[in-house]
């Protein structure tokens, strides 16, 4: 091959890959809940420059209250999101919404209350205040474990969650929904004696967090799909393999 005509394929080659690299396709990401280790993979990803090898500048959204994230990527205002399980229920409903992965395989979602002999047993429940948001309330493993305890889910006094922990502290609520990862931790920094009730420990263990896109993203940019999905399971592996420096990122 003449010499010369290699050289101007390598520089066209590479001038055409400088071109692709200023190309980053734009896309966004919808969080379901505010910043907390539960999305620091998709932080990751984008410090580290993951979504950029893959050709995308992703822009995260924050949470904030009144939020519908399934509606959001239904109607396309956001092109990723982070949802749970009822997301099967929200695809019967019409929703064109397809799930990417699962992150967590075990729901960190747990009904919780003061261990002060009030409530020993999901039987307690009744006539109880649980703060709860709608989704959680309504999450098939809470559901689950309520009614294989024969608990009419009608008869519970669900109320508006406040998310202040301080609710449950001051005993203005009895019992509050809360993640594994999270409420416990913040009761024993304020050394209050707490129970658990997790629908695992009843044998109900579902799947949570999952990310998921729209019907029309999975049919016409399945190769946006995939990268999106990559770059960020190439985000929580480094965020779990540097979980200090994760932190201090959040």
Do not use: C
């Amino acid at each position: 091959m003449n010499i010369k005509f290699l050289k101007l394929v390598i520089i066209f080659l590479f001038l055409n890959s400088m071109i692709y690299a200023n190309e980053l396709k734009k896309v966004s990401l919808q969080l379901s809940w505010f910043d907390q280790f539960q999305f620091a993979g998709y932080y990751v990803a984008k410090e580290q420059g993951f979504y950029e090898d893959y050709g995308l500048d992703v822009e995260i959204k924050p949470f904030e209250f009144g939020i519908d994230v399934p509606d959001e990527v239904d109607k396309k205002r956001s092109d990723f999101g982070i949802g749970r399980e009822t997301l099967i229920l929200q695809r019967v409903q019409g929703k064109k919404l397809v799930a990417l992965y699962a992150l967590f395989q075990d729901s960190p979602l747990i009904l919780i209350s003061k261990d002060d002999g009030k409530i020993n047993s999901v039987e307690d429940f009744v006539g109880k205040k649980i703060m709860s948001t709608i989704d959680d309330s309504s999450e098939v493993s809470i559901k689950a474990m309520l009614l294989s305890e024969n608990i009419n889910i009608n008869e519970l006094n669900f109320i508006k969650h406040s998310h202040n922990i301080n609710d449950l502290v001051d005993s203005k609520v009895d019992i509050i929904s809360g993640y594994l990862s999270k409420a416990p931790f913040e009761l024993q920094k304020m050394d209050i004696p707490y129970k658990v009730f997790n629908p695992k420990d009843y044998g109900f263990d579902m799947y949570s967090d999952f990310l998921f896109t729209n019907q029309d993203m999975v049919d016409y940019s399945s190769r946006t799909a995939l990268a999106f999905k990559h770059a960020s399971l190439k985000g929580w592996q480094y965020a779990y393999s540097h979980i200090d420096e994760t932190v201090n990122l959040l």
